[in-house]
């Protein structure tokens, strides 16, 4: 599957965002989705993950309670609204695929980037304070 996402830009601290990530293909309605980031220097993390069915979702500690991922499959998109943002959210943000019904959750395997098949462009969200 191929994946777009936009919706980065720069904001300021205690700013919002939302990123989108519009899959192409039939498979996105059976995958599991992610969003990650890489800021500079640093490796590419997991900091939001959400189950096929949009049951069961991940967050990483580090943005728990102030970012939301969420889907639409009729749309074939899969969304991440940024709220409270900080110059630590600063980083290139990639959403990312696996076709899989398994579950998300701490612990669980799909909160490492080994495990997703498919990966968009990345779009950069920049943070001022």
């Known amino acids: 599957v191929q994946l777009q996402a936009s919706g980065g830009g720069l904001v300021q601290a205690g700013g919002s965002l939302r990123l989108s990530c519009v899959a192409s293909g039939d498979t996105f309605s059976r995958s599991l989705m992610a969003w990650f980031r890489q800021a500079p220097g640093k490796e590419r993390d997991c900091v939001a993950a959400i189950q096929w069915s949009g049951i069961t979702t991940y967050y990483s500690d580090s943005v728990k309670g102030r970012f939301t991922i969420f889907r639409d499959n009729a749309k074939n998109t899969v969304y991440l609204q940024m709220n409270s943002l900080t110059p630590e959210d600063t980083a290139v943000y990639y959403c990312?695929?696996?076709?899989?019904?398994?579950?998300?959750?701490?612990?669980?395997?799909?909160?490492?980037?080994?495990?997703?098949?498919?990966w968009g462009q990345g779009t950069l969200v920049t943070v001022s304070s």
């Open positions: 990312a695929a696996v076709e899989t019904r398994a579950p998300v959750g701490v612990g669980t395997r799909y909160t490492s980037d080994n495990w997703y098949d498919d």
